[in-house]
């Protein structure tokens, strides 16, 4: 299983970005597909997650409202549209996979991660 996660660049305070996250050897369909982001000298932190069901999102506090993850069967993608982006939103993010269905918030609930993308928000 290998994920992949793109799409991370260089923003100004406002804009937006799409990241997406990629598998070979899974099916999102069948999994609780998450992003994960981690800041220099931070801990990794929940941004967003979405059901197997593909409906269901659940969204850190933090990122609500400007967030959105959406999930494209025809093309075994998740992705992440961030929009109002804030010099607090730059970290490095990461998808990450579960196949209990459940939309967790926790790390240790996650089988499977990406390598990560970078995303840098200048003000």
């Known amino acids: 299983v290998q994920l992949q996660a793109s799409g991370g660049g260089s923003v100004q305070a406002e804009g937006y970005l799409r990241l997406s996250c990629a598998a070979t050897g899974l099916t999102f369909s069948s999994y609780t597909v998450a992003w994960f982001r981690q800041a220099s000298g931070n801990e990794r932190e929940f941004v967003g997650v979405?059901?197997?069901?593909?409906?269901?999102?659940v969204y850190a506090d933090s990122v609500k409202g400007r967030f959105t993850i959406s999930r494209d069967d025809a093309k075994n993608t998740v992705n992440l549209q961030m929009n109002s982006l804030k010099p607090g939103d730059t970290a490095v993010y990461f998808c990450a996979v579960s196949h209990r269905d459940s939309a967790m918030r926790t790390i240790s609930g996650y089988d499977y991660w990406g390598q990560g993308t970078l995303v840098t928000v200048s003000s």
């Open positions: 979405i059901s197997q069901n593909g409906i269901t999102t």
